[in-house]
């Protein structure tokens, strides 16, 4: 089976997805020798922040260096490749299962000796906020007064919970979800040299399905391009398999609402339950649609400004929805999908609260600013 994150997981910086504000200044600061002691790495899962900290480590010890280009050629850099063995030196340290004051002496003791075979000796602490406060507390003075051989990254999905002493001592970056454009271009990158045909569509599915994680929108690819045929990646294929609401059926329920279509509204409710897909699936693919359709309405050049992420034709098509329909019930529209959203979570009948919401929206606004 095909393990697209092992495959492309990055061996440099520059190779990272998404966080430039990140792996920017920190190439400046290893090439122009001014690398910190100690960094903090926080933000979402999936994101890059035990990438990055291996990418430093290896960065850090190439033997043409410290550079952020490591010559991938020396011992080290073999040694910390993607998927290559590891360094003695390079220590990764789960705090989830090393938290206590024992783990924290231990490493205090072993983190004395010079390294073994590399420029420094490296600890990534990962799920940082785990360690307990004592824990944190004895590896404080090491932060503080480090051994000039020793290097720390932590790094933690809940900085709040970072001991503010540690946080202190650290340069600390934070990373973001990537946008859904980025992942895209990521996406079809690896398309490419898997050989793989797709549709733009699809990918943009995969990079929703992502939602914001590299790791995550690699691992539904895989899926997908495992499940595909000849003709590659499709629209079709994806919204099928990814239990998203074909937009075609969003294009329906929103000319309905339009058109003040009741018929044609309950049609596709029924054709929802009819495909199995899940009510709340849709309800809130629907809330999105009337998103960017408020978004669009504002914003004509919303697309170009990356405000939302679909294909040209579907552009074209919202806006002229967007148009037909008017910021006013648009808004109303939208209050009334995600009170109906909430209302179906845990619904017994879920068929039944989605068709009242349907009613909900056809009814003409109480205040009659609607034509
Ligand atoms: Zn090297």
Redesign the pocket.
């Known amino acids: 089976s095909l393990a697209l994150y092992r495959t492309y997981r990055p061996g440099r910086l520059a190779d990272v997805i998404g966080q430039e504000h990140v792996t920017v200044p920190l190439a400046r600061a290893i090439d122009t020798g001014r690398a910190h002691h100690a960094y903090l790495f926080t933000g979402p899962r999936g994101c890059g922040k035990t990438s990055t900290a291996r990418i430093l480590a ?1 960065s850090l010890n ?4 410290p550079t952020s280009d ?5 011992g ?2 073999q040694d910390l490749a993607p998927n290559g063995p590891g360094s003695i030196d390079v220590v990764e340290m789960d705090a989830a299962s090393h938290r206590g004051i024992d783990d924290a002496r231990e490493l205090r003791e072993k983190a004395m000796y010079a390294p073994a075979a590399s420029r420094y000796k490296v600890y990534i602490i990962d799920e940082a906020h785990q360690l307990t406060v004592d824990a944190a507390n004895a590896l404080l003075k090491l932060i503080e007064e480090p051994p000039p051989h020793l290097r720390f990254v932590f790094a933690t999905t809940e900085p709040d919970k970072i001991l503010a002493t540690i946080r202190s001592r650290t340069h600390h970056y934070p990373y973001r979800l990537v946008t859904a454009r980025r992942l895209q271009e990521h996406l079809a990158w690896m398309c490419d040299q898997e050989g793989v045909p797709y549709e733009a569509e699809a990918l943009a599915l995969v990079a929703r399905a992502g939602a914001g994680s590299v790791r995550d929108a690699q691992s539904v690819l895989g899926q997908l391009i495992a499940g595909s045929g000849p003709e590659g990646l499709t629209y079709a294929d994806a919204v099928a398999q990814l239990g998203f609401t074909d937009a075609a059926l969003l294009d329906r329920v929103v000319d309905a609402l339009a058109d003040s279509d009741g018929p044609e509204m309950f049609a596709v409710v029924d054709s929802v339950v009819e495909s199995g897909l899940d009510p709340r699936r849709f309800a809130a693919d629907v809330l999105e649609r009337l998103r960017d359709l408020v978004v669009l309405h504002e914003v004509p050049e919303a697309a170009d400004q990356g405000l939302i992420d679909a294909p040209d034709n579907v552009i074209a098509t919202m806006k002229e929805q967007s148009a037909r329909l008017g910021l006013a019930q648009l808004s109303r529209a939208a209050d009334l999908v995600s009170v109906g959203l909430s209302e179906l979570k845990g619904a017994t009948a879920p068929r039944l609260q989605l068709e009242l919401l349907m009613a909900r929206l056809l009814l003409p606004a109480a205040d009659g600013s609607e034509a």
């Open positions: 290896r190439c033997e043409q260096g490591p010559c991938g050629e020396c080290s850099c």
